[in-house]
């Protein structure tokens, strides 16, 4: 057998040899091996520390020009690339190609806006309360920054953390999840070739609890951006900020739609099938709680078992299909075992919850949705991630908002009605980072702020130019 090249870390510029490395394998067919992956450890973060801080200096005085023309240009690449990558993507994560080939869109997409924002940033000048004195305030980088990624946007995430790390002149050292080291190699690639001085991005791909912690604890690391699970995202954000580090974390979600008696029937069992089960309902913007008020609820559920039994489960490349695999065997069996805690718990099965078969040995699942359940119940207090979702029934619109309110989370909420009243009313009180008036609660923008409430987010927002707040430091000079 020909002997599979090792894809490697990047450190200080350099790809570094890796003898052995770890399997990425297609959860749609788990024959399929994509290709080997170097772990790393918390000697090569030392290293990749050293690297990004000695590249620190020339990257954080480069001209935005030089900025831009990289992010720019790697941009152009991935957005070149997009059928290529969004398959491997697709293979590697489970998402359908459609979806696969959006989210690289989005990530090139993400590099140019952020390309932009290197030549937008601008200071204020202000006359002193003192006579004969001016002051300045401009914004500098953080410093070196760690950047901690999760398995269930391969691509899109690390762009939106990346880019604009880079476009304010910070470097960066770089953790994807293990799951999906794949697209987040080719990133670090595309952006490397893209004439990024040696040292400003290092790559150092591994396990959470050896490399991601020693991200955590490096002191050479001056700020850490985490997307994750809520366990990890309170660790990531204890850790750092106990050591005086800079921190934000995005973790997950119980998100509410709301469905009212006005609302466009159409509308909103669109908005709930695709927040609910696309991408496999493996989205932290998933909206896994559907709220339903008594005068639809009979005629909403009946629409959705007819449309959710009906979705076609199957492998992720394949052009029919509209539910991929889960991500693996430990979130399959989870997912499963949540099936059954919503049945034990009092929660009628309405369509699916059972695994699938397939010609292909993969992780599918055909997706559920309950009917009578209530919002005290495990599976409308405990992110799933999986496609698993449940319908409440509520009285009327105060019943609703106040569900919807009732969780720990706080990432996104949704709302489908045809009344002005309920949407400005539900835009306003919706305890929520993020709200969608007759729309998926999952699917948004990258040119405006993304981050929740209570215990989804933690620090400043993502993306857009509110990225600069956690990207920046803000500096007050005065002259004489
Ligand atoms: P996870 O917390 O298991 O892992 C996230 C990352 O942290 C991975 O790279 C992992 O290797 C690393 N990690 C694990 N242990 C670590 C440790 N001790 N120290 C440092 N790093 C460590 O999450 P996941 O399973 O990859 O992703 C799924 C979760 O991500 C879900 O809860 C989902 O809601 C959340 N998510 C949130 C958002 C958001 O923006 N709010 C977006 C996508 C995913």
């Not at 369509?351 to 559920?368: A, I, L, R, S």
């Amino acid at each position: 057998m020909a002997s599979v090249s090792v894809k490697s870390n990047l450190i200080g510029g350099e790809w570094r040899d890796s003898a052995d490395g770890r399997e990425n394998r297609n959860p749609s067919n788990v024959a399929d091996v994509i290709g080997l992956y170097a772990s790393g450890n918390a000697g090569m973060v030392d290293e990749a520390v050293a690297a990004a801080q000695a590249a620190l200096p020339a990257w954080s005085t480069s001209t935005p020009q030089q900025r831009f023309d990289i992010l720019d240009r790697a941009g152009t690449e991935v957005l070149a690339r997009r059928d290529e990558l969004g398959r491997l993507l697709s293979r590697e994560e489970g998402k359908i190609l459609a979806e696969g080939c959006g989210e690289v869109a989005r990530a090139g997409q993400i590099l140019k806006f952020m390309a932009g924002e290197a030549l937008r940033n601008p200071g204020d000048v202000l006359p002193s309360v003192r006579p004969g004195v001016k002051v300045e305030v401009t914004r500098e980088p953080v410093g070196v920054v760690g950047i901690i990624t999760p398995w269930n946007f391969p691509i899109a995430i690390p762009a939106w953390k990346i880019a604009p790390a880079l476009a304010y002149g910070n470097t960066v050292v770089f953790k994807p999840a293990e799951l999906v080291p794949g697209s987040a190699w080719e990133l670090v690639d595309i952006l490397h070739r893209a004439g990024l001085p040696h040292g400003v991005l290092n790559l150092v791909m591994g396990k959470g609890r050896d490399v991601g912690q020693a991200i955590l604890d490096h002191r050479g690391i001056d700020a850490v951006s985490f997307t994750g699970s809520v366990a990890t995202g309170r660790t990531a954000v204890a850790t750092v900020a106990a050591r005086g580090g800079k921190v934000q974390a995005e973790m997950g979600g119980k998100n509410p739609l709301v469905v009212m008696d006005d609302a466009n029937l159409d509308i909103a069992v669109e908005a709930a099938v695709n927040g609910a089960f696309y991408s496999t309902g493996q989205r932290c913007t998933a909206s896994s709680r559907l709220i339903v008020t008594k005068g639809i609820h009979d005629r909403f559920l009946a629409a959705m078992r007819e449309r959710v039994s009906a979705l076609r489960v199957g492998d992720a490349l394949a052009k029919d299909t509209q539910i991929g695999p889960v991500v693996d065997e430990r979130q399959l069996a989870q997912d499963l075992r949540y099936v059954e805690i919503g049945k034990e718990d009092g929660g009628k099965a309405e369509t699916g919850g059972e695994p699938v078969k397939h010609d292909n040995e993969g992780y599918f699942m055909q997706p559920v949705l309950f009917s009578g359940t209530t919002n005290d119940m495990r599976i409308n207090r405990e992110e799933v991630f999986g496609p698993v979702a449940s319908i409440i029934r509520v009285g009327d619109y105060e019943e609703a908002l106040a569900t919807a309110n009732d969780t720990e989370f706080g990432l996104c909420a949704g709302i489908a009605t045809t009344s002005l009243k309920h949407a400005e009313h539900f835009k306003r009180h919706s305890r929520a980072g993020m709200v969608m008036v007759n729309l998926p609660t999952a699917g948004v923008d990258y040119h405006v702020p993304f981050g929740g409430a209570k215990g989804s987010s933690y620090g400043q927002r993502e993306q857009g130019t509110y990225a600069k707040e956690f990207y920046t430091t803000v500096k007050t000079a005065y002259t004489a």
